[in-house]
């Protein structure tokens, strides 16, 4: 599975931004994915994750209730919206596909992973 992320840049505080993956291969409408993050100087976290058929949401506590995973696996496509950013929202975001369909926060599970997209978020 190759993933290509897009989406990222630099919005205002309070602002919104979209991230969208693609996805290439067989493997993605079996397989759970997730959405990790990656600031400055810090270690790779989970943000959120969605089973296959999209039933199943798990999201950190810190973005609960600002961003919202999403897929539609017609087109091999995973979706992040954004809503309310702050500039602790600021990082390199990863898309991810898991190894199978259990939705997790553990990143040991994902085997397949996109490039990341920068997310800047100003004050």
């Known amino acids: 599975v190759q993933l290509q992320a897009c989406g990222g840049g630099l919005v205002q505080a309070g602002g919104s931004l979209r991230l969208s993956c693609a996805a290439s291969?067989?493997?993605?409408?079996?397989?759970?994915v997730g959405w990790f993050r990656q600031a400055p100087g810090k270690q790779r976290v989970f943000v959120a994750a969605i089973s296959w058929s999209g039933a199943t949401i798990y999201s950190s506590d810190v973005v609960k209730g600002r961003f919202t995973i999403s897929r539609n696996n017609a087109i091999k496509t995973m979706y992040l919206q954004m809503n309310t950013l702050r500039p602790e929202d600021t990082a390199i975001y990863y898309c991810?596909?898991?190894?199978?369909?259990?939705?997790?926060?553990?990143?040991?599970?994902?085997?397949?992973w996109g490039q990341g997209t920068q997310v800047t978020v100003s004050s």
């Open positions: 291969g067989r493997t993605f409408s079996t397989q759970s």
């Open positions: 991810a596909v898991a190894n199978g369909p259990t939705v997790t926060g553990e990143s040991q599970y994902y085997p397949y």
